[in-house]
């Protein structure tokens, strides 16, 4: 059966320009407060406006017992609404669905309640979405890992020999979590730019940025009891941009054994409307292929890779405008989301509503895809060229990054908005 909230025949009765990431397809979710209020709470994002559904459950808007209870909406982060689960999820879809659609009166013809519901987008404040639990990063880019494994140990041994087996990755940090638009700050700390000296402390001297695609987790399993990879779509509430900010040389020096720690945790940059999963159905294409063909537990039916259009963009302080370093595409990953979080909970781990699972870095085979500076600058040998006169091998003091994501339908975009910060001085 089609979904109706997905049809690109519907249209809202709020116009809504055709390169619009939030058209009626989209309706992704966020954390804000009103201008008349500081009361964070959930809100859709639709054109240039916010719904506040907060107040549309006060005024009786959902009918569905669970909301009317749980109250999800009069709460300053999306995790309470993630833990209410898919079915949940769809039927507060659905109903917001039919309240925006240019054929159903209810809203659309009650200016009082449209008055008080309907928000401009840029008159209000906008909050981190999810308080992040737990954050783990995965590495499941075969052309990134490929690339970064070429660059230190050569092509021959370029990937791991676990590579093609299992998601591999690791548990970052959640704390440092924030949201687009938060600065910033360049880390300081141990590094061992000569190997014949001792280690050094200072600022990190490559600062990187990393295109990443994150899902949270709701409502998850409880420990020792793995998802089926079959049922881990019911987990996974939706998605949103990630920039995971790497301090290459503080990683380099520290990462043997365990691997990331310092040279990841100071910052991670996420987009602020969360973009439900169901909004990327139709954009669902085959992965690449697997081989060798990966074991019971982690086969997977069906199309999971996404195809969902990547850029980032970098502005120097001396640049009117940002130029696009990177264009890339979140169908490029070798591992699925359903694989990795199947691996994620295989041992008996626990997730949470409002976990973050990110991808890893997303490059596609191209040069000009490579979604970090290590990348596109091949280690520092060629800096990236830009149209100032500038070059960058890795990022400096007052460099703005701006990631960007959309799925292009027929004649509507299901858009992410941007993920976005600047680098600001270090004080050591
Ligand atoms: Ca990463």
Known sequence: MSDPTTDPSFSSFLEVEEKSPFPIQNLPYGIFSPPDSSTPRVGVAIGEHVLDL???????????????????????????????????????????????????????????????????????TIHLPVEVGDYTDFYSSEHHARNVGTMFRGPENALKPNWKHLPVGYHGRASSVILSGDNVRRPCGQTRPDDDEPPVYGPTQLLDFELEVGFFTGPGNTREEPIPIENTADHIFGFCLVNDWSARDIQGWEYVPLGPFLGKSFATTISPWIVPTAALDPFRVPGPEQEPEPLDYLRDDGDWAFDVNLEVDLQTEGMDTAHTVCRSNFKHMYWTVRQQLAHHTVNGCNTKPGDLMASGTISGPTEDSYGSMLELSWRGENPVELPSGETRAFLEDGDRVILKGHAQGDGYRVGFGTAEGTVRPAIC
């Not at 909301?67 to 209410?84: E, G, Y």
């Not at 039927?91 to 240019?102: C, G, M």
């Open 54 to 124: 907060a107040l549309l459950n006060a005024e009786g808007a959902f009918d569905h017992s669970v909301v009317a209870d749980k109250r999800p909406f009069a709460q300053s982060s999306l995790n309470t609404f993630m833990s209410l689960g898919k079915p949940v999820w769809s039927t507060v879809r659905e109903r917001v669905h039919t309240l925006l659609r240019a054929d159903t009166p209810e809203l659309r013809d009650d200016s009082g309640l449209r008055e008080k519901v309907l928000h401009d987008r840029d008159t209000v």
